[in-house]
């Protein structure tokens, strides 16, 4: 599953959201689209463009000139998920689950902020836009070789979500933004502004997909893989292969293996949310390998999951060598 948050598609998020609504009503255009995808959220599926535009550009009370209005979230399921919907509801049902995953998905970025008051989709301000097609960019691989043109449809069932949100909760009064990380330095400042960890909502993103559908996901088809992979070092690297062998080599004995303490009881699963329910399955060889995996790895927009401590020693040594270059 991938889920990442932007400005806009459009390239600004700090006027009007009629831009980016008329580019998400692309499809409808199409001759081919006999019926219409209209907008949805958690509390109607019959949303038309104009009420689209007019909620989330009459929704910015006390935000300035330069302030960031609303943001777009995308909810794209890999092939994988995509293939396991339509072998499980069918064409038209998995388009449907889909929509009721995003609700989901929405309650988990309202419960991401850490604020009173903001405790599921209905205290936001959101509408959803379910998307048939995808197309062919410059960054795609196959627009670099030449077998594909910008602009081409890509092929297969590319069914995905495109979420506008505003800035602001659905009483108009309090700021929430996803750009605000911070991890709690200041836990008093913290409950004041919200915080918002992008990891932990990326990651929530299987976890809600896998219960809510009983979607058995293999370990390298998580997000904690995949980063490791990517931003770990070479003993996170290597752990996560040892732990692959040992899922494979467990098979269903280790399933039905269930321990007094489960293996991950000691591991922050709102941070790992995705490992939830893996306890039977790792034997006791495998605590040193989590407390290696688990350990601090960069994440993909480049925000260390560090501690406060670690944070302020970076800092620390950031402006002795400042200093030094004076």
């Known amino acids: 599953m991938y889920i990442n948050i932007t400005d806009s598609e459009t390239g600004n998020n700090k006027e009007s959201c009629g831009n980016l609504v008329s580019y998400l009503e692309k499809e ?3 001759a081919e689209n006999k019926v219409p995808q209209h907008w949805f959220n958690g509390a109607s599926s019959n949303i038309r463009p104009h009420e689209v535009r007019i909620g989330i550009d009459g929704n910015i009370a006390k935000l300035g000139k330069d302030d960031s209005k609303f943001f777009l979230i995308n909810i794209s399921p890999s092939r994988k998920e995509i293939d ?17 995953y ?3 998905i929405m309650d988990e970025y309202a419960r991401n902020f850490r604020r009173p008051g903001i405790e599921s989709n209905n205290d936001l301000l959101w509408f959803g836009k ?3 097609y995808r197309y062919y960019s410059h960054k795609d691989r196959e627009v670099k070789n030449g077998t594909k043109k910008v602009g081409d449809r890509k092929e297969g069932p590319q069914f995905h979500v495109q979420v506008i949100v505003s800035r602001k909760d659905i009483t108009n009064r309090i700021k929430l933004s996803p750009q605000n990380r911070s991890r709690g330095r200041n836990v008093e400042h913290s409950k004041k502004m919200g915080q918002f960890d992008q990891m932990a ?5 299987e976890t809600v997909f896998d219960r809510m559908f009983g979607f058995d996901r293999k370990l390298k088809d998580t997000l904690l893989y995949a980063n490791t992979m990517k931003n770990g070092n070479i003993d996170q690297q290597a752990a996560v292969h040892t732990l692959d062998r040992q899922l494979k080599s467990g098979g269903d004995t280790a399933r039905e293996k269930q321990q007094d303490e489960p293996i991950l009881s000691k591991v922050d699963l709102e941070k790992f949310p995705q490992l939830t329910g893996w306890g039977p ?3 006791e060889a495998s605590w040193g390998l989590l407390d290696i995996l688990l350990a601090p790895v960069q994440d993909f927009g480049g925000h260390d999951t560090v501690s406060a401590e670690e944070e302020r020693k970076r800092k620390r040594k950031k402006r002795g060598r400042g200093r030094g270059m004076r």
């Open 130 to 132: 379910l998307e048939n």
């Open 28 to 30: 409808n255009r199409l």
């Open 201 to 205: 909502f990326k990651q929530c993103g």
């Open 102 to 104: 995003a609700v989901r």
């Open 84 to 100: 396991f919907l339509l072998s499980t509801y069918g064409e038209q049902g998995a388009r449907e689950k889909l929509k009721e």
């Open 281 to 283: 399955l790792f034997p």
